[in-house]
């Protein structure tokens, strides 16, 4: 989804009055404001965590960065640890990504707003918005069965796996993002300007490409990197599809194409592969691995970064009106109308077409995979996607809430635009890295083994960050006369949160909850290392240390390894099915609960 930050855009200081931070009631003010305090230091301790697991691994070995630059050779037996192959690997499938989802996602965004009627537009909107959340898992199981064959018969390559197919399965997971933010940032545009074009005689076509485009560019190419960092991130849905061949750099420029339908390896499926286990906690080999996450969250976080601040806090300028000769506006009009209606097809998933070698993708079995080999339903999975989700909501509900108000009331501009770009930082850490991290200080240093609860902390840094950002743009919308009220009244700072802002943005708060749970719903990689099994755990854990679940993602994830029993993949069908519901139920929820509580007649999320 497209999360875009609504930086204040006035003088340094708050937007409105904001009562004094006097005690008044002391113990109980102190423990309101300590809780809410506690969300910020979450935030904080979550990147300490990250940057000292990875700055401890460097520090356990001898990281030669140049060879882990330039060096395309890895052979962990003979201590040669280079990562360019890596390196040019997720940039080749982010370039792909990006030149494959970026025009038919602009052009998709412009007909649903400029184009086509409301009615149409809002469900749409919603639709395209939905597969926004579609868990990675999901896509990656399009991939093997969809994409892979694709390029198989493309390229007449045996399997498919390759660069190419990465690259397309990333199109189609960024790809709604894209949709999503730039359809927000020309909604944001005033109807005024428009008017002014039209009033000259402009045909839509030109009103969109003079006086919309130039100053909702800003936005649309945060919505590009945004979608990115999503792709510099993204472990499972590549690793199921990239082939993971090591050492693999084309020899000169004529090999750069016939390399596309090869395999390769990124630096996140090299991360998310079994060498992390294999490198222990220490030593060269896992200095490498380190360096190889530094460098991948160094990519990640600016992207993100650059991308949240590109669409806020710009003035665009006054546009220059371009106007095409007579006799070319009716054709040009009616083509590009055909362009951008035809690329509102493209954004969701493929379907591969039913045949007598391919049952695994018959819409029938994503029913019938519903039922487990010996009769009855992935109860297991079920149950154990829930458990984790509950007791991840438990934990960063009153985290994620508590950053939202220190941040919206108790921060002053400058440093809540630091405590902002630091919570945006913590959202976009690829997940594979906080699995890492949850693996070496749950699992080993503190003995937990496999553990539900050590699974469900990890996933907490996935929603802080969404419940704290929608908390503190809700707290920034709110009405001056109700804080000026609050002053009239004499309430304390502790009794202002308590009495007004609390009541004030609990609808927006549960609606970031809810889109935080749709996202941490889907999340593979941390729960392969931290709390999932594919078999033997009981349905509901006994007790925390070595009690380990049964989760849906990672079940798909094992069970699409053998995409070749179709049986196996009619169970990954109906696996996936069920958290796609999930997924959307926790999302159509969070919509409702926004358009009811606080009369937003928007349908995007």
Not at 19 to 30: F, K, T
Not at 125 to 133: C, N, T, V
Not at 254 to 269: A, K, W, Y
Not at 587 to 600: I, K, P, Q, T, Y
Request: net charge positive; with cysteine.
């Amino acid at each position: 989804m497209g999360l875009t930050l609504e930086r204040p855009t006035q003088a340094p200081g708050p937007a409105v009055p904001r009562p004094s931070p006097r005690s008044g009631r002391g113990s109980r003010a102190r423990w309101v404001w300590g809780w809410a305090y506690s969300g910020i230091l979450s935030v904080l301790l979550t990147l300490t965590v990250l940057l000292g697991y990875l700055v401890t691994g460097i520090a356990s070995g001898t990281v030669d960065w140049t060879a882990l630059l330039i060096s395309s050779t890895w052979s962990p037996g003979n201590l040669a640890f280079g990562g360019l192959a890596m390196i040019y690997g997720s940039a080749v499938v982010c370039v792909l990504a990006l030149v494959l989802a970026v025009p038919v996602g602009w052009a998709a965004a412009v007909a649903l707003s400029e184009y086509l009627p409301p009615r149409l537009a809002k469900p749409l909107r919603l639709s395209i918005e939905l597969l926004a959340a579609v868990p990675s898992i999901v896509y990656g199981l399009i991939g093997i069965m969809v994409i892979r064959p694709f390029v198989a018969d493309l390229g007449d390559v045996p399997g498919g796996d390759s660069l190419l197919a990465a690259g397309i399965v990333l199109a189609v997971m960024i790809m709604p993002t894209i949709v999503a933010v730039s359809v927000d940032a020309l909604a944001a545009v005033p109807g005024r300007h428009r008017e002014a074009a039209y009033s000259l005689g402009l045909t839509r076509r030109e009103v969109v490409r003079s006086a919309v485009l130039p100053q909702a560019r800003p936005g649309m190419r945060a919505g590009v990197l945004l979608g990115l960092a999503r792709a510099l991130g993204e472990a499972i849905a590549v690793f199921m599809v990239i082939g993971r061949a090591d050492d693999r750099l084309p020899e000169s420029l004529g090999d750069v194409f016939s390399f596309l339908v090869r395999p390769g390896q990124t630096l996140t499926t090299k991360l998310a592969g079994p060498e992390p286990m294999l490198a222990g906690t220490s030593g060269p080999y896992f200095a490498a691995l380190c360096g190889l996450g530094i460098i991948l969250l160094t990519l990640v976080a600016a992207a993100t970064i650059w991308g949240t601040r590109g669409s806020t806090g710009r003035v665009a300028r006054a546009p220059r009106v371009r106007r095409s000769s007579a006799w070319l506006r009716t054709p040009k009009h009616r083509l590009t109308t055909v362009v951008r209606l035809g690329a509102l097809l493209l954004p969701g998933p493929p379907r591969r077409p039913a045949g007598p070698r391919r049952r695994g993708a018959q819409p029938g079995l994503l029913v019938h995979g519903l039922r487990r080999r010996g009769g009855g339903w992935h109860t297991r999975q079920i149950l154990g996607t829930l458990l984790l989700l509950a007791t991840t909501a438990l934990i960063a509900l009153p985290l994620g809430y508590g950053a939202g108000i220190v941040i919206g009331t108790r921060a002053s501009a400058k440093t809540a635009r630091v405590l902002e770009t630091l919570t945006v930082a913590v959202g976009g850490t690829p997940t594979i890295l906080l699995g890492l991290a949850g693996y070496v200080l749950f699992c080993t240093t503190m003995g937990w083994g496999r553990s539900w609860l050590a699974g469900a902390v990890v996933l907490v840094p996935v929603v802080i960050p969404v419940v704290a950002l929608t908390t503190a743009g809700r707290i920034r919308s709110m009405p001056a006369e109700i804080t000026e009220a609050a002053l009239a009244l004499g309430l304390t700072s502790s009794q202002y949160a308590r009495s007004v802002v609390i009541p004030y943005t609990w609808p927006a708060t549960l609606t970031g909850l809810l889109l935080g749970l749709a996202r941490a719903a889907g999340e593979t990689a941390p729960l392969i290392f931290t709390a999932t099994v594919f078999f033997g755990a009981p349905a509901l854990p006994t007790g925390i240390v070595n009690a380990p679940v049964q989760a849906l993602p990672t079940h798909i994830f094992t069970l699409s390894q053998d995409s070749g029993a179709p049986e196996a993949i009619a169970q990954a069908w109906g696996s996936a099915l069920v958290l796609v519901l999930i997924t959307a139920g926790l999302l159509s929820l969070a919509v409702f609960l926004r358009n009811r509580f606080e009369g937003a007649r928007r349908w995007t999320t």
